[in-house]
């Protein structure tokens, strides 16, 4: 079936929202089952279509660099079963035969007086900010429960945004429209010129500076890295990651530590920024505007710069600035109550299709970018694949007959961590497992 089939459209909306042309989604087809079907919302059909328009663009940049004919007319094949495994690639991931901790005690949906909130304290100083905000007296489920059953979901959910903490009232209806994607501006400036590219690296000596953390960010950058792209993820020292979220997300990159209110650090960082051709960031609006890193003023340092920003609620109101996750977004957004079935219990997606659609949205973003020659601000945030989610996608048409098995589609590779269990990316293989987060030199590789 052509993907402009009426029944069809998701991939055909996201490529337009990109700006892509819309004769090249005739291209596209989809091969074999997955198994994203379950639940109310069309997440199959987002899962398909962001990961149909990352190709297309990744088809486009080749044709730019001579690695493809522009206006290349052959299939773009998609495979549902690639697909659905890589979108829950955090559940098939195994450390060394260990299953990874995905959700920590106290993250969850916990019965408030009245309705529902949702809490996400992964990282210990998320969690000590919900012990701090709510009085608990042990950072335990049993305590964190006592403790939000007399208040209401806004209550909790003030209080713990008040401590740096994350806690989110699961919300009854489907928050504010949202686009999909904003192309913020233009400069007008083009980039470096990319020269001839390996067939199917389009990417190949792309430096790519990796502001991002935990999913949506990641997905986007290990895409990237394994299109060709140097990508180095930089981090602070006093801000921790989770060795497991890493195995899965580090895949494709390099991964070093600076801390950018050190003079020294700082000016490796700057050294970094000259050689960059694209920066991804996945802070919150205005956290990184301290240290002179807005993308405004990248850009007008750099005018040939892709920037492309990731936010969790985002860019604009009053929740713009909050920090947030694929799953709080899922409760504050409607899509959890939506999910809750036949009881009032809030549910969740069959995957964290926020955090993996976006993040194969801002690759294929970056990717029509470089193709264009550089200079573009793009944005991007988890509450506006939420909308187009909810308002504007349709089921998509039956999927092919037989059984989903993800076997064919998992993958064991040494990394850092050891041997790990993981999913393979729709696009390809990597040709090395991650190493440890921060382990890295923090300089760009050779061209």
Not at 125 to 145: F, M, S, Y
Not at 288 to 296: E, I, S, T, Y
Request: overall charge neutral; aromatic content about 6%; charged content about 20%.
């Amino acid at each position: 079936m052509e993907i402009g089939d009426e029944r069809d459209g998701g991939t055909a909306q996201a490529w337009a929202a990109l700006g892509g042309a819309p004769e090249l989604v005739r291209r596209v087809r989809f091969s074999g089952t997955g198994n994203l079907e379950e639940g109310p919302l069309p997440v199959r059909e987002l899962a398909r279509a962001t990961v149909s328009v990352c190709g297309l663009a990744a088809g486009e940049l080749a044709a730019v660099r001579g690695a493809g004919a522009t206006g290349d007319a052959s299939p773009l094949v998609v495979d549902e079963g690639a697909v659905a495994t890589a979108f829950v690639s955090e559940r098939h991931l195994r450390v060394e035969g260990r299953a990874p901790v995905v959700f920590a005690p106290l993250s969850g949906f916990w019965r408030t007086a009245d309705g529902w909130v949702r809490t996400h304290a992964n990282y210990p100083h998320h969690e000590a900010a919900l012990v701090r905000a709510l009085g608990l007296p042990t950072a335990t489920p049993q305590a964190l429960r006592a403790a939000v059953a007399g208040r209401t979901a806004v209550e909790v959910q003030e209080l713990a945004y008040g401590e740096g903490g994350l806690a989110v009232a699961v919300a009854r209806e489907y928050g504010e429209p949202q686009p999909l994607v904003e192309s913020v501006r233009r400069t007008g400036a083009r980039g470096r010129k990319l020269g001839p590219a390996p067939a199917g690296r389009p990417a190949t000596g792309v430096r790519v500076l990796d502001l991002t953390r935990v999913i949506a960010g990641p997905v986007a950058t290990r895409t990237l890295g394994l299109l060709g792209a140097d990508v180095l993820r930089i981090d602070s020292p006093g801000l921790p990651e989770a060795d497991d979220a890493y195995a899965d997300t580090g895949f494709g990159k390099r991964s070093a530590r600076l801390d950018l209110a050190a003079p020294g650090d700082r000016a490796v960082f700057e050294g970094l920024l000259a050689g960059a051709d694209v920066v991804v960031t996945g802070y919150r609006p205005g956290a990184l505007r301290r240290f002179g890193l807005d993308p405004a003023d990248l850009l007008e340092r750099r005018p040939g710069l892709v920037v492309a920003e990731l936010c969790a609620w985002g860019w604009r109101g009053p929740w713009a600035a909050r920090r947030g996750f694929d799953s709080l977004v899922q409760a504050g957004y409607g899509i959890a109550a939506r999910c809750a079935g036949d009881g009032d219990v809030p549910g969740v997606l069959p995957a964290q299709a926020l955090d993996h659609g976006t993040g194969y949205l801002v690759a294929a973003g970056v990717l029509r970018a470089l193709a264009g020659g550089g200079g573009w601000r793009l944005r991007f945030s988890l509450a506006g694949t939420a909308s187009w989610l909810v308002r504007d996608l349709s089921p998509a048409p039956p999927a092919a007959a037989g059984g989903y098995a993800a076997e064919p589609w998992l993958r064991e590779t040494v990394s850092g961590y050891g041997v790990l269990r993981h999913a393979a990316s729709p696009f390809g293989e990597w040709a090395v497992g991650p190493s440890r987060w921060g382990a890295d030199a923090a300089v760009w590789l050779p061209r």
